[in-house]
């Protein structure tokens, strides 16, 4: 919940130019609701796609106060929309159910959905992130296609390390996108885990991103607070392995 409409358009045309070489990754930001359509409009034909931060989970228009539909969202720009993110889950009460039929909103109008997963630094504590983690992901997948999976990106990210400055270490970032790979394969097929891309998503700054990207199963990022400003996402972006 940053910016005004001005100034997100302004932050995106900042970045436009700087991340217009950037062809080693996709490049999408999530501006609020209210600024998405001047967003993508203004960048249109560039290399940076749009995403909404989040979206109704019901897949027609209807009485719905105060909720933003995955078809409204295709309709003013947006190609991704985030889903099940943190905040929405700690803050809002959202459950598994909810993110599942989100989810499936988001893939019947055409989105792509990056589904976010992550536990509590209690959770961590007593033990038991590997199931939290793992049961987020059979929940907000459940009952999909393999074709609708394609449309899938996962982003791991601990609630902990969330605008705390303290990003997981490499290696705890690590040990958690290979089990979300895992899990993945188990349930899903060994060549869909082989596709899938996991991002990670915590305290991610310039400073770390090369410890984060040298990981094997770390497919990319999620970012919050260094996205703000154009020159310090960018460096982010430009980062090649």
């Keep these: ?3 005004t409409v001005g100034d997100s ?14 062809n080693h990754c996709e490049v999408v930001i999530a501006p609020v609701f209210t600024a998405l359509k001047s967003v993508a409009d203004r960048l249109e034909g560039s290399n940076i796609r ?5 979206c109704a989970p019901v897949a027609e228009e209807g009485a719905q106060t105060g909720e933003v539909a995955a078809f409204q969202l295709r309709d003013v720009g947006a190609s991704y929309v985030i889903i099940g ?6 803050f809002y009460g959202e459950t598994d159910p909810v993110v599942q039929q989100k989810i499936q909103a988001a893939l019947a109008a055409g989105l792509q959905v990056i589904l976010c997963v992550g536990e509590s630094l209690e959770q961590r504590q007593r033990g038991i992130e590997v199931q939290v983690v793992a049961g987020q992901l059979r929940g907000g997948l459940g009952g999909l296609t393999a074709s609708d999976l394609d449309r899938i990106i996962v982003a791991y990210e601990p609630i ?11 290696e705890q970032a690590q040990e958690m996108h290979g089990l979300i790979r895992r899990a993945f394969a188990e349930k899903i097929s060994e ?3 082989d596709q899938l891309r996991i991002l990670y998503g915590g305290s991610v700054k310039a400073d770390n991103i090369k410890s984060l990207m040298s990981q094997p199963d770390i497919d990319g990022v999620l970012v919050g607070g260094a996205s703000l400003s154009a020159e310090s996402f960018a460096q982010i972006v430009n980062y090649k392995e």
């Excluded at 358009?9 to 991340?19: D, E, F, H, M």
């Excluded at 993110?85 to 700690?90: A, I, W």
């Excluded at 902990?160 to 490499?170: D, E, K, L, N």
């Design 160 to 170: 902990w390390a969330i605008g705390t400055g303290t990003a997981a270490t490499p």
């Design 191 to 193: 060549a869909g885990a």
């Design 85 to 90: 993110h943190s905040e929405r889950r700690q």
């Design 9 to 22: 358009v302004a932050t995106a045309l900042a970045l436009k130019p700087l991340v217009a070489n950037a």
């Design 50 to 54: 749009v995403a909404g931060q989040d």
């Design 1 to 3: 919940m940053y910016k």
